[in-house]
C-alpha cells in the first residue's frame, strides 16, 4: 500500500521544532492565569498576542487559511475552532486552548483544556479522560508501531472512560507547515495503517465529548460545535519520533 510522502526531520531540525514547541506551551501555561469568570474570550486572545509578541515568536494562526485570531479559544461545547469574541466566561465553563506558534520557519502546536471556577464532576471526568486518551495516544506512538496502533490505543481509553472521540478531527504532522504528513486519526485497528518511524514529527490532539460524534459549523465559518450541544475537551501535544524513544516536544522541563 502507498502512503502520501512525510518530510522527516534531521535531529538538528527536532531542536528547532522543541525549541518552539516549548516557548508555544508557556504560552499557554501563563494563560492559565486569565481563564476565570468575568474574562472575554476576547481578552485572552489579546493577552495571548501580546505573549508571543514578547517572546519574539510568530503567531502561527493570525491569518492562516484566514483565520482571524492568534489562539482557537472553545467554550463548553465548541469542538473546535472557536473565534476569540465578547462572550464572557462564567464560573462552570471549561474551555480549550489551542495554540500554534512559530519561529524561524518552523512550528509548535499545543493545547489544554481548562476549568472556570468550580465545575461539575461530570466536566471533571471529562477532563481527566481527555488527558488520559491523549497520554494513551502518546504512549502508543512509538518507532516500530503503525499508526493505528496510536488511534487504537486512544479511542480504548475514552471508550473505556465512557466518553467519545469526535472524528471530524486528527492530528498531523507539522514543522515547516503548520499542517504535514501524516495525517493522525484518533482512531483506528491495531497493526493498521502507516508505519510510524524516526524523523516523525506529529501532533497527538483528540477531542473527545460526553455525547454524540456529530458536529457542525457555526456562522462565522470556524467554530465548530457539538449538535447536541454536549460539552468537549482536548490535549494536544507535539512528539518527536527517535528509533529508542519519543519525546514530547510540548513538555515543559
Not at 54 to 64: E, F, S, T
Not at 129 to 158: H, L, P, Q, W
Not at 172 to 201: K, Y
Request: charged share 25%.
Amino acid at each position: 500500500m502507498g502512503y502520501s510522502y512525510v518530510p522527516l526531520k534531521l535531529k538538528s531540525e527536532v531542536i528547532r521544532i522543541r525549541t518552539i514547541s516549548m516557548i508555544t506551551a508557556e504560552i499557554l501555561e501563563e494563560l492559565r492565569d486569565y481563564v476565570i469568570p468575568d474574562v472575554s474570550t476576547e481578552e485572552i486572545s489579546n493577552i495571548c498576542l501580546k505573549l508571543i509578541k514578547k517572546k519574539n515568536v510568530d503567531a502561527g494562526l493570525l491569518g492562516y487559511e484566514g483565520f482571524p485570531a492568534p489562539i482557537c479559544i472553545s467554550v463548553n461545547h465548541v469542538a473546535a475552532h472557536g473565534i476569540p469574541n465578547k462572550y464572557i466566561l462564567k464560573n462552570g465553563d471549561i474551555v480549550t486552548l489551542d495554540l500554534t506558534a512559530g519561529l524561524g520557519g518552523w512550528y509548535g502546536d499545543c493545547a489544554i483544556t481548562l476549568k472556570v471556577g468550580e465545575i461539575t464532576e461530570e466536566k471533571h471526568k471529562l477532563i481527566g479522560a481527555a488527558y488520559k486518551a491523549t497520554k494513551a495516544g502518546i504512549k502508543a506512538a512509538v518507532a516500530g508501531c503503525r499508526m493505528g496502533d496510536i488511534g487504537f490505543a486512544i479511542n480504548e481509553s475514552a471508550e473505556n472512560d465512557g466518553f467519545t472521540i469526535l472524528k471530524n478531527f486528527i492530528g498531523h504532522g507539522i514543522g515547516n507547515d503548520i499542517h504535514e504528513e501524516p495525517a493522525v486519526l484518533h482512531w483506528g485497528e491495531r497493526g493498521s495503517g502507516r508505519p510510524v518511524v524516526p524523523g516523525m514529527v506529529f501532533t497527538i490532539e483528540p477531542i473527545i465529548t460526553m455525547g454524540k460524534d456529530d458536529v457542525e459549523t457555526l456562522p462565522d465559518g470556524w467554530s465548530m460545535i457539538t449538535k447536541d450541544r454536549m460539552p468537549t475537551a482536548q490535549f494536544e501535544h507535539t512528539i518527536a519520533i527517535f528509533s529508542d524513544h519519543t519525546e514530547i516536544l510540548t513538555r515543559l522541563k
